[in-house]
Structure formats: C-alpha cells, structure tokens
C-alpha cells in the first residue's frame, strides 16, 4: 500500500518538483520541444547575401560561415563542440538529417554547400559515416544531386525505400526509429500557398512515413502535425534548419533570400519561416499568408512547441 | 533431361524470378520500361509518347535516370501516383482529369539539366483549362520567345527557364535549371509536338 504523504513531505517534494522545472527551463533554453509555461522559443533567423548568386551557386565558405554563426547563436555557445553538446549530441549518436528533394516544377533541394556545411559542422562530434542523408527514396535524393552511399566511409546518403523498413507501431521508416539516435530537420524555404501555406519542417516528415501513409499529410492538417509527435522523431530531434538560400515567397516562384532558419522547436521555426516569406511579400504588394491549421494543432495539441510569435523570440543575424 | 524454367521445384523458380528481378535492378543504363499489357491504351500512348521523346533527345543531353510514370490513387503507374511525385499539389491536376503523367530528366556532361513533364489530362478541354488554370500555370509568365512556335507560357527565373504548353490532350512542361540551354527547348517542345500527332 503506498504511504500517505504528511503536508510537511508535500510542501518538501512541491518545492523540489518547481525548484526542477526552474532548472530544467533554464537548461532547456528556449526552444526546443520541451516548454513550459511562458519560455520562449529561440528561433535564428540568419542572412548572407554572399553565400549564393543569382545562378543558385553557393559559396561553401560563405555558406559554412553563416551555418556556424547561426549555430553558435542559437546555442548560445563559442565553439562548433560546445554548441552541438548543448543541442545533446554526443560522439556516440548517428543522426538522420531528412531533406526534401522536391523537384517538382522548381528545384528546391537542399544546396550541397548548406548540406556539406551542417556535415562537417557535425563531424567535429561524431565520425561522418554517422551521418545519414535520407529522403523518402533514393531515387529522390538522387535527383536532388546527392550520389547514394552506402558504404563505411564518408556521410551515408540513401531513401526510405532502402532504409530496412518501417516500424510497424510508429509507422515510420526505420532510419529515425531504429538506425539513428537524434534527427536533423533539413527542410526547403517553399511556399505552396494552399491550406498548408508552406512546405517546411512539417510536411517535410512525409518521406519518413509509410507510403500509403503519405497521402493523409495532403488533406488533414491534424494528421500533418501528429507525425512530428511520434515519439522517434519528437524525442530525436535536436536541430531544425530551413534552407533559404533560395526559396520561395508565393507559389513557383524562385527567390535568392540567401538566409536560413534555425530552431530546436519546429513550431516556432516554421512560424519564423513563414515570417520571412510574409515580409518579402509585403515588398512584392501580396497578401501575408496566415499560419496553417497544423501549426496550431502542433502547438495546442500536440505540444510540439510555440506558435504564437509573442512566444518566440526571433534573432536577426545578417552577416 | 533439360528442365525450363516453369519444369523448376517452387524454391528454384523463386530464386530465379528474385535474380531476374535484381538484374534488371541493377541494370546501370537508364531504359524504359516496356509496355505492359495490363495497362489501358491511354497510359500505352503515354509510354510511346515517351519512348519516342527518349529516343530523340536534344544533342548533348542523355537520359539522367529511367523515366518514372504516376498515375491517380485508383489507378497506380509504376511509380504511384501523381501525389507521390508532387505531394498535394497533385489535387491541382486531378480536377483537371488527370490519368497519367511521364516525369523525364535529362542531363549532359555538366550536369545541367531538362525535365520533361507529360500530363494526360484525358482531353484537348482539360489541358486547355488546366494550362489557363493558375494553380497549374502561374500567372505571371513572360513574353514569348519569337523561337517558339507554339502557344507556350514561358518562365524565366534565372538559371530556371520553363515553358508550358498543350498539345491534343496533354499538357507539357519543361524545365531547364540553366537558361543558357533554352534554344534546346524550343527543339524538344517542337520535337514534343510533332511526336504527339504522330501517335
């Protein structure tokens, strides 16, 4: 039979209980999936006109150097080490990094030098090989310019489809709920103008999922939002990143931002995403584009992280 | 005596199909997939439409990767469905009496790209108003090329270049990521044009 607490052991472990959430606020930080109450969201939101040109080039150096300031910004931290330790990565991990490499109409895959940039970045933690580049098929990557690689040497590249499987109970590939042990959210700037207004840190987990899974993420916004829930990539994910080097603002329409956004809490990220595309266009005479439904379902009821923006706290880096 | 291979034990015949299987897999050279007899004559003309695009293709580019072919939800190609290639945006094409649609890349020896797109969209009305639909064909196209000479929207986002245009029932796009190649889709969306009528 449990023993009956005195009122002085309750006040005791009360005490304790809120003296740990204080802790555990603090060393959070603010971002990340795990909110309390008022903390914010930490999201970066960084510019480097001379990491690309206007014939979608990148330059690595220029590319490398906004990543890593954007990193350090974001953690709060001095060097490349210290700040992948505060995000809670560790020499022993194999981190899956999802891309989207959608060709459709327009290329927004993600650049190689923003890729290479985030790698070696990583590499100063954990072995190369123990980083996996994954799609939803290979096929995929492959069209989106990365070579498949399987072998024991260098950053793994391959789809889904050759990924060992799916969970049955997550319903997800196996990559993230059985191969890797933390997750890269290495989404595109892409406005699609639908309900679903941009195609980013959310929708990018439809090539984790069963294929005949995929196609719930067109119609359910719920359903787009409850992915992210899953306890593989919920618990796994240490870092969002939206490639905007180019991007989009309204539908097909290419644009040289030369920025990206970086965040540990996904809602927050892709809300600050949104942001971005809503301010270019301002400048362009076009109505802003409202937060999806499935921002808010993440936020209330998922848990995801913060949707609204009095909640997040967004840093202007331009380089 | 010499067994065939329908004379082999289960187990064998097995082996033999998953080796076959793995051949063609593995097979380096991008080919087309021959056409399948239990496919209905619109997605047989689709395939022919692309062989024939394949087989002519604009100098210096060949073939990146085999062709891939999606259909709708209640009739799969072999790849899918159209919403495995464009996700929801599929949904833009299926009001539009979308069946199928050939998804070609070409590339040549710097890795500069064409991507053909072939929609069926099941008739000439259909692709017309899929082709005025903004969804599909966004509204600020450019002024023509005087080198194209078909009723084309053309997109000049440098490096991309794309134009879209119908032809009986299909409607096409194409797509280059450096426009210093444009001239070559002028030829292919000519060549296109000329191989459509002739099936």
Same mark, same amino acid.
């Given at each position: ?319 | ?40 004559? /619109? ?5 022919? +439409?692309?062989?024939?695009? !394949?087989?002519? $293709?604009?100098? #210096?580019?060949? &073939? ?64 017309? /108003? ?5 969804? +599909?064909?966004?509204?600020? !196209?450019?002024? $023509?090329?005087? #080198?194209?000479? &078909? ?49």
């Amino acid at each position: 039979m449990p023993k009956k607490q005195t009122r002085r052991e309750f006040i005791k472990t009360s005490a304790k209980t809120a003296a740990g959430i204080g802790i555990a606020s603090r060393f959070l930080g603010r971002g990340g999936i795990l909110l309390a109450g008022d903390v914010k969201s930490r999201v970066i939101v960084a510019r480097n006109p001379k990491a690309i040109n206007d014939r979608n080039q990148c330059d690595a150096a220029e590319t490398a150097s906004l990543f890593d300031k954007a990193l350090f910004s974001l953690t709060e931290k001095n060097t490349t080490a210290d700040a992948w330790a505060a995000l809670g990565l560790n020499a022993k991990d194999i981190v899956a990094v999802k891309v989207n490499c959608n060709s459709w109409t327009l290329d927004l895959s993600p650049h190689k030098a923003l890729v290479n940039a985030l790698c070696s970045s990583m590499s100063v933690v954990i072995p190369m090989n123990n980083i996996i580049i994954y799609e939803r098929t290979t096929g995929d990557l492959e069209e989106g310019g990365f070579k498949q690689n399987t072998l024991n040497a260098g950053v793994r590249y391959f789809g889904a489809d050759e990924g060992g499987g799916f969970d049955p109970k997550q319903r997800l590939t196996r990559i993230i709920t059985d191969t890797c042990t933390k997750i890269v959210n290495l989404a595109s700037l892409k406005c699609v103008e639908s309900d679903m207004v941009g195609s980013i840190f959310f929708k990018n987990h439809i090539g984790s999922l069963l294929q005949e899974d995929m196609p719930k993420c067109h119609s359910d916004q719920d359903f787009i939002a409850e992915v992210s829930s899953r306890p593989a990539i919920k618990n796994k994910t240490i870092l969002n990143l939206c490639d905007g080097l180019r991007g989009t603002y309204e539908r097909g329409v290419p644009w040289y931002w030369g920025g990206i956004v970086m965040s540990k809490d996904p809602v927050a990220g892709e809300t600050a995403a949104i942001g971005v595309m809503n301010e270019k266009r301002k400048t362009e005479g076009k109505n802003p584009l409202d937060l999806p439904e499935s921002l808010r379902i993440a936020d209330k009821k998922y848990k995801l992280g913060n949707s609204d923006p009095k909640r997040i706290d967004v840093v202007q880096l331009n380089l | 005596m010499k067994k065939n291979l329908y004379q082999c034990p289960d187990i064998h015949r097995q082996v033999i199909v998953i080796l076959l299987i793995y051949m063609m897999w593995n097979s380096s050279a991008p080919c087309l997939p021959s056409v399948s007899s239990s496919v209905g004559n /619109d997605e047989n003309q689709l395939y022919l +439409i692309t062989k024939k695009i !394949s087989e002519n $293709l604009p100098e #210096g580019f060949k &073939l990146r990767v085999q062709p891939r072919f999606y259909g709708t939800p209640d009739a799969k190609l072999e790849n899918g469905t159209i919403f495995d290639y464009i996700d929801g945006a599929g949904e833009n094409y299926i009001r539009h009496g979308f069946t199928s649609v050939a998804h070609i890349v070409l590339e040549n020896s710097a890795g500069d790209r064409i991507t053909v797109d072939v929609y069926d969209l099941s008739s000439n009305r259909n692709a017309q /108003d899929a082709f005025e639909d903004e969804n +599909i064909c966004a509204p600020r !196209s450019s002024p $023509l090329d005087p #080198g194209i000479p &078909l009723q084309a929207k053309v997109y000049s986002y440098t490096p991309d270049y794309m134009l879209y245009f119908v032809e009986n029932r299909f409607l096409i796009h194409i797509n280059l990521d450096n426009d210093a190649f444009k001239d070559k889709a002028e030829v292919l969306s000519a060549q296109i044009v000329k191989i459509i009528n002739e099936e």
